[in-house]
T-cell receptor
Framework: KQEVTQIPAALSVPEGENLVLNCSFTDSAIYNLQWFRQDPGKGLTSLLL?????REQTSGRLNASLDKSSGRSTLYIAASQPGDSATYLCAAAGGGATNKLIFGTGTLLAVQP | SAVISQKPSRDICQRGTSLTIQCQVD?????MFWYRQQPGQSLTLIATANQGSEATYESGFVIDKFPISRPNLTFSTLTVSNMSPEDSSIYLC???????????FGPGTRLLVL
């Protein structure tokens, strides 16, 4: 049974810092891994999707990496801004018709101005 | 991307009552997903809803408690039946994009059961 863990649970950094959020998963047989952002009182916004055959994906100041062999993914945020403050969730998609997503518990990020 | 709306956005309900949550998507999709996010927890999949067939429920979730309708390719409802305070959660509707991989979420329905 796939289990997804995120460390740290909460993180506070000053504006401008680069930071890394960690995600680990127990079953390396994933179809893809997705990173989402959740703002208070709102739904989830998809940030990046990494296919199982890929090592990383980049979008603007965000870079996500995937190491299936070690069961890890990281989300790197460069030059953090107060607007980056949110909860970041990773989710591992299994195989099969639905590619069901198993979510981690999230990292609550606060970027201090 | 897909634009998803949910109604109601929030509600406060009494124990023993039922609430039906609506999910509308701006494009036709094969599968729609219903998730629950309990306070301080991450998201848990309740069921997958396909148009024209019964929903597929995950372990720990049953149709009598969470009946789902999927009358067409852009709409679904989730009913939370005979509610108790433990049902207080955010309920989110989700679909996959055209690439059938990236998943999009509605804004959620925040439910408080007293």
């Amino acid at each position: 049974k796939q289990e997804v863990t995120q460390i740290p649970a909460a993180l506070s950094v000053p504006e401008g810092e680069n930071l890394v959020l960690n995600c680990s998963f127990t079953d390396s047989a994933i179809y893809n891994l997705q990173w989402f952002r959740q703002d208070p009182g709102k739904g989830l916004t998809s940030l990046l999707l990494i296919q199982s055959s890929q090592r990383e994906q980049t979008s603007g100041r965000l870079n996500a990496s995937l190491d299936k062999s070690s069961g890890r993914s990281t989300l790197y945020i460069a030059a953090s801004q107060p607007g980056d403050s949110a909860t970041y969730l990773c989710a591992a998609a299994g195989g099969g018709a639905t590619n069901k997503l198993i979510f981690g518990t999230g990292t609550l990020l606060a970027v201090q101005p | 991307s897909a634009v998803i709306s949910q109604k109601p956005s929030r509600d406060i309900c009494q124990r023993g009552t039922s609430l039906t949550i609506q999910c509308q998507v701006d494009s036709q999709v094969t599968m729609m997903f219903w998730y629950r996010q309990q306070p301080g927890q991450s998201l848990t999949l309740i069921a997958t809803a396909n148009q024209g067939s019964e929903a597929t429920y995950e372990s720990g979730f049953v149709i009598d408690k969470f009946p789902i309708s999927r009358p067409n390719l852009t709409f679904s409802t989730l009913t939370v039946s005979n509610m108790s305070p433990e049902d207080s959660s955010i309920y989110l509707c989700s679909v996959k994009g055209r690439n059938q991989e990236t998943q999009y979420f509605g804004p959620g329905t925040r439910l408080l059961v007293l």
